[in-house]
């Protein structure tokens, strides 16, 4: 078998779905995919998730599009999805990482105004301080415009979704460049929800 | 802020979702939970997801149920799953390892015939050879009665969701046999897609 499970050197991607609760979700989703350009990044669907992958800016600015334009139709939609950068293993997709840092959906979407719930968790594998590495980006978190609060196995963010997002892409960006050999982080996200914040 | 990030010691907990794409969903999942005997666990559901924690055989017992009970229903039923045991944080739900191994749903679950579609995802933290610990565990899950298959960032696994739930569980014993520090594991698992796999 092709050991084929993370991503070749310095090339980031994300394994994620979209999950509108709602009987018309597939026009939900393929209504989002349709207004994002993703032209920057390599993309994959199946009957499980989207891989995306390419250089992190352009993975996080075709998530959080996608993500934005389901939400905005009000719908209740959750978001789940797993970052990964660093992991020797396979290809697909290192012609995108020619690409440059010009995002393309960012305007589109930094007007849409959605709350968010979210919770992320981090882990830097490879060994070292990385309860030192997570820490440290929870506290950074707190000076991106987000709430910022404790849970189980993860922080929760709560506010706008794309202060949420660049929050995220932030972390992500820092831990590259401490050096991090692989770093992967979770991200469940919920908008719209009938369920009130405890 | 307290540092809440994970689990106290040897304490196991899983932070998931099931999310149902119908406009019926809060009573697809309300009606699966009140068929799921929780009792030797601690479980506080919020707006994002849910936090169940005891001792192993529980954790995946009542997750494997809840998530049958709702595909059962004949839904489009995701199921989003972060599993962790191992790391040092705080100690909600101690007193739930006091209970035996006696697990409450198997019975009434085991017979439910529900095909899945499951990407698996293991990070082995704190260090040490954690791509081979991976590499093992993946060979492992091929004796187990599921078609395993590789993807980015994880392993796609398909077959019934008994086995499925039953081979993870597994793969999370012998992570804890083979003395891993901090271990998590991440699971996407799909029933009733109306998209077919590629």
Same mark, same amino acid.
């Given at each position: 078998m092709t050991q084929f499970v993370c991503d *070749?050197?310095? +090339? @980031?991607? =994300?394994?994620? *779905? +979209?999950?509108?609760?709602?009987d018309d979700? =597939?026009?939900?989703?393929?209504? @989002?995919?349709?207004?994002v350009d993703t032209s920057k990044v390599w993309i994959e669907t199946d009957d499980v998730s989207t891989l995306v992958r390419?250089? +992190?800016?352009h993975i996080f600015d075709v998530t959080k599009a996608i993500y934005l334009h389901a939400a905005n139709t009000g719908a209740h939609v959750a978001f789940e999805a797993t970052y990964s950068v660093g992991c020797p293993g396979d290809t697909s997709g290192e012609v995108y990482m020619a690409e440059d840092d010009?995002?393309?959906?960012?305007?589109? =979407?930094?007007? +849409? *105004?959605?709350q968010a719930a979210t919770k992320f @968790?981090?882990?830097?594998l490879g060994g070292g301080d990385y309860m030192d590495?997570?820490?440290a980006q929870i506290e950074a978190m707190k000076d991106?415009?987000?709430e910022v609060s404790p849970t189980h196995y993860a922080t929760r963010l709560d506010g706008e979704a794309t202060k949420i997002f660049n929050g995220l892409e932030q972390v992500f960006i820092d831990m590259e460049e401490s050096g991090s050999s692989h770093t992967v982080m979770t991200v469940s996200m919920s908008a719209n929800s009938p369920s009130t914040k405890k």
């Open positions: *070749s050197n310095r +090339i @980031a991607g =994300v394994n994620f *779905s +979209i999950h509108p609760k709602r979700f =597939v026009e939900i989703i393929t209504g @989002a995919l349709e207004k390419g250089r +992190i800016p010009i995002v393309l959906n960012k305007e589109k =979407v930094d007007d +849409i *105004s959605q @968790a981090l882990y830097p590495q997570i820490y991106r415009g987000v």
